[in-house]
């Protein structure tokens, strides 16, 4: 059974940082790019970042570039999301997602397999 588990949201200041961690297990992370999108509330899921299976290639949403990192510890079968400088308009459900695919992962949320139930994040102004 392929379980995706996201940790490390909360409720932070703006200008404030958070790290997040997806831990899998089920499957063998190192065949599979992984993602994190978010969801506010009354808003379509929205792509943040993905990286490649190997972690050289990685991509951003305009609204993370500069303030997001991805990476991954492929040992650990865990993917993270370093987020600084936060905004109020950074507060969202994260969700990390993982697709099958040898390279970058797709910013359309329907390409991927399996998806985490989600963390929290909340930035007060």
């Known amino acids: 059974q392929v379980q995706l588990v996201e940790s490390g949201g909360g409720l932070v200041q703006a200008g404030g940082s958070l790290r997040l961690s997806c831990a899998t297990s089920g499957l063998t992370f190192r065949d599979y790019a992984m993602a994190w999108f978010r969801q506010a509330s009354g808003k379509e899921r929205e792509f943040v970042a993905t990286i490649s299976w190997g972690g050289s290639r990685r991509s951003y949403a305009d609204s993370a570039k500069g303030r997001f990192t991805i990476s991954r510890d492929n040992a650990k079968n865990t993917v993270y999301l370093q987020m600084n400088s936060l905004k109020p308009e950074d507060t969202a459900v994260y969700y990390c997602?993982?697709?099958?695919?040898?390279?970058?992962?797709?910013?359309?949320?329907?390409?991927?397999?399996?998806w985490g139930q989600g963390t929290q994040v909340t930035v007060s102004s």
């Open positions: 997602a993982a697709d099958r695919l040898d390279g970058l992962g797709s910013r359309q949320s329907y390409e991927y397999d399996y």
